[in-house]
């Protein structure tokens, strides 16, 4: 990309305007968080709403060696604002199988148990609902029953405080030992914000630079397809239409992913005590606009060489393949982020945009290897802007048949 | 002036020779015809011209030099291969083709305004192109060529598709453009056109020019050196008694310069002996016997008009013909035949392709 003209700028300005107008575009960019963020929060809400499920559950001790207390309080989980949410579940005692029977057929309890005669030796309790208006059981209800079995058959075995660490053995705590060796404690929220964030920066990232070159894509295969290129190249050169084109959607494309990443910024301040590190997000739009000019130039040249937007969009899918490996390679990333194979995804151009974020979030990465991702990426970028712009002048006027590998490289070295 | 001047060029793909030594130059204010069969390349020359694809060797010089940036923006060119935005505002489209070329936002737009206006499209402004019907497409890509007034308009096939009337219409627009003195490059292979709307021409075949000049040069370069005679008593109504019809006719066909510069005719050959003047029968015809210096004469009717063509002897005055006739009939019409461009282009390229 050579000099920058006045038409390079009209060519950015058309694409620009043309793309944002776009109803997918539009969608992807407001409408997309806040359906990443309906999927995360309506359930949270949801819970929140749904009145608290009270039940009456029938038991009846054929051991007679039970002590089941009148009823049991749980705390419900909720997710942000919406606080917590607590149920109930009384219990009614009766004397055999007949009369629980009768009463939930009655409606009287939601369902009942039964405590066979053999519990000792099999552990088994057996759990009887209605065949209509099925009532599913609460997830919690077989750890209220064992706190409650552990209670009835230990009570005067053991000491309280063994009763206790019998019925809740153990607790992990994450501690950080810093560099000057001091202990930090990670709560649920750190290790969300360690882990979570820089999946979710990673994700966007690989979004908004295929969508953004996905565009240029879409739109050289579209002039191609609907021949206007010819007319353009009579009045601009290719590397003008270029860099104008790259320009445009790149703007674009940094358009979405501030908004998106705003987007996220917002929704975790709001549902999560978390704060982006700014210096992520930072490195985050660096490495938007590296992977991005990559990505484009790559694009380019695929849209020139293919004569229908199927067909290039074929072509391209090989590409974004190779781009979402850092994805696949997620847990990896993050459990291992200082391995071989991480460090490679996050050096590697085509990976590293995506890789090196993930890497960033999860542990402290050199200093030097972010500048060495950042430098092989430029290399790259210089090297595909050359190589494109070539194969570009040379097959956008050419339809037909796919061009063979060996002109495509004869191409690339005459330009 | 010379607008484009083409030397020695010679482009190949893949192996096969597209354009092999062409030469030629455009005058500043004619309008040049581009002439060719089917694949003969035609659109590559102009591509080459455009500096969208460049020789593989000779120089192109367009406006007296290579063709810069500020070269570019003095052409318009209409691609055979039509195409437009499908999904833009006409206006819209119109003003990025136009500030592609260097004009600003506000001209561009008034440019946009007042040739839509002028086309009768102006109600459609605000429509997209696929809202448009087939021939509004065509004239709005042809507005798209001359939005921004270029010096050069470069047209490759602009009549194709178009409806007669929108024909006329560009026709015309385009010798109004020649008459404001810019510069027109016609490629067709529609020859009538050719011939009405051309000051010179350029006919190439399989990558080799063939034909160069003026139209009328050539024409008369060609020309079987016959004279069109149409007199009173002779015509109307009066069968003819010798057979005539479409298989004498076209028997007769291309090689003996049947066609007339009124288009192609139909005829009958009548074989007269040196010097002998016209052969058998027919009335009328009669009277023209024993014209010396007359070598055939042939007898044309076109919608219903009955008219003759001598043949003259090499070394037979065109005047002293002119005078035995004026002694003999009431002469109506008498003109020199010339050979249609298409004839002579059908000629050129079998003759061409005999080789």
């Known amino acids: ?415 | 002036m010379h607008v484009v001047e083409v030397e020695g060029v010679s482009k190949s793909f893949g192996g096969t020779d597209v354009i092999s030594d062409i030469s030629f130059s455009v005058e500043k204010g004619e309008i040049f015809g581009l002439l060719g069969p089917n694949g003969a390349g035609k659109t590559t020359l102009i591509r080459m011209l455009l500096d969208i694809i460049r020789p593989d060797s000779g120089e192109i010089r367009v406006f007296g030099a290579s063709l810069d940036p500020a070269g570019k923006d003095r052409i318009g060119y209409l691609p055979e291969e039509r195409g437009l935005y499908r999904k833009t505002k006409l206006v819209d489209m119109l003003v990025y083709l136009a500030q592609l070329k260097n004009v600003s936002r506000k001209q561009a737009r008034e440019n946009a305004e007042s040739l839509l206006r002028s086309l009768g499209l102006y109600e459609h402004r605000g429509k997209r192109v696929e809202e448009l019907s087939k021939g509004m497409q065509q004239k709005i890509q042809f507005l798209s060529s001359i939005i921004h007034y270029p010096d050069l308009v470069v047209l490759d096939e602009p009549f194709s598709g178009l409806d007669p009337v929108s024909t006329k219409t560009v026709k015309d627009r385009i010798i109004e453009y020649r008459n404001a003195g810019k510069t027109v490059i016609l490629s067709t292979h529609i020859m009538e056109q050719a011939q009405t709307l051309c000051d010179r021409i350029l006919v190439v075949d399989r990558g080799r020019r063939v034909l160069y000049g003026s139209v009328e040069e050539i024409r008369k370069e060609r020309g079987k050196n016959s004279l069109l005679v149409e007199f009173a008593g002779y015509g109307s109504g009066h069968g003819s008694e010798y057979g005539s019809g479409l298989d004498a006719g076209f028997g007769t066909g291309l090689g003996t310069g049947l066609g007339t510069g009124l288009g192609t005719g139909l005829g009958t050959g009548l074989n007269v002996g040196s010097g002998a003047g016209a052969g058998s029968g027919g009335d009328a015809l009669s009277v023209l016997r024993g014209i010396p210096g007359v070598r055939r004469i042939v007898e044309h009717e076109e919608e219903h008009k009955k008219f003759v063509e001598i043949f003259p002897e090499d070394g037979t005055g065109t005047q002293a013909i002119l005078e035995e006739l004026v002694r003999r009939v009431e002469v109506l019409r008498f003109e020199q035949a010339l050979p249609s461009l298409n004839e002579i282009f059908i000629e050129t390229v079998e003759a061409n392709a005999n080789e």
């Open chain 1, 1 to 415: 990309m050579s000099k920058f003209s006045g038409k390079a700028f009209t060519v950015a300005r058309h694409e620009f305007l043309k793309t944002v107008k776009r109803k997918e575009f539009l969608f992807m960019t407001f409408i997309f968080p806040v359906f990443l963020a309906g999927i995360t929060l309506v359930p949270a809400l949801l819970a929140g709403m749904t009145p608290s499920e009270d039940q009456s559950v029938g038991y009846v001790d054929i051991t007679g060696s039970f002590d089941f207390p009148e009823e049991v309080t749980d705390g419900g989980f909720a997710v942000g604002p919406f606080g917590e949410k607590s149920s109930t579940i009384e219990f009614v005692r009766y004397e055999d199988n007949p009369e629980a029977s009768r009463a939930l057929r009655a409606g009287e309890i939601s369902s009942y148990l039964l405590i066979p005669e053999g519990f000792l030796e099999t552990g088994v309790i057996e759990l009887y609902v209605s065949e209509k208006g099925v009532t599913v059981p609460r997830a919690n209800l077989a750890a209220d029953l064992s706190d409650i079995v552990v209670t009835s058959l230990l009570q005067d075995e053991v000491d309280e405080a063994v009763l206790v660490r019998v019925k809740d053995p153990v607790n992990i705590k994450m501690f950080d030992i810093g560099e000057g060796g001091e202990a930090n404690e990670q709560g649920v929220a750190d290790i969300l914000g360690d882990l979570g964030l820089p999946f979710l920066t990673a994700f966007l990232l690989f979004f908004s630079i295929f969508s953004a070159s996905g565009f240029l894509l879409r739109g050289v295969s579209e002039e191609k397809e609907n021949r206007v290129i010819e007319v353009l190249l009579s009045s601009a050169t290719p590397t003008e239409l270029l860099t104008g084109k790259v320009l445009g959607l790149g703007a674009v494309g940094l358009l979405q992913i501030v908004v998106w990443i705003s987007a996220v910024a917002l929704g975790a301040s709001y549902a999560l005590p978390l704060s982006l590190d700014p210096f992520l997000l930072f490195l985050a739009v660096v490495y938007f606009l590296f992977g991005y000019l990559f990505f484009a130039s790559l694009m380019a040249a695929v849209g020139a060489m293919t004569s229908s937007l199927q067909e290039s969009q074929q072509v391209a899918g090989i590409f974004t393949f190779a781009a979402a490996a850092p994805l696949v390679f997620m847990q990896l990333l993050l459990t291992k982020p200082d391995s071989l194979l991480a460090i490679s995804l996050s050096l590697f151009p085509i990976t590293s945009p995506v890789a090196m974020l993930v890497r960033i979030g999860a542990t402290e990465v050199p200093f030097y290897q972010i500048a060495a991702s950042l430098f092989i990426l430029m290399i790259s970028i210089h090297g595909v802007i050359i190589f494109s712009s070539r194969l570009f002048r040379a097959y956008l006027l050419m339809y037909g048949k796919r061009p063979a590998l060996r002109e495509i490289l004869r191409n690339m070295r005459e330009g």
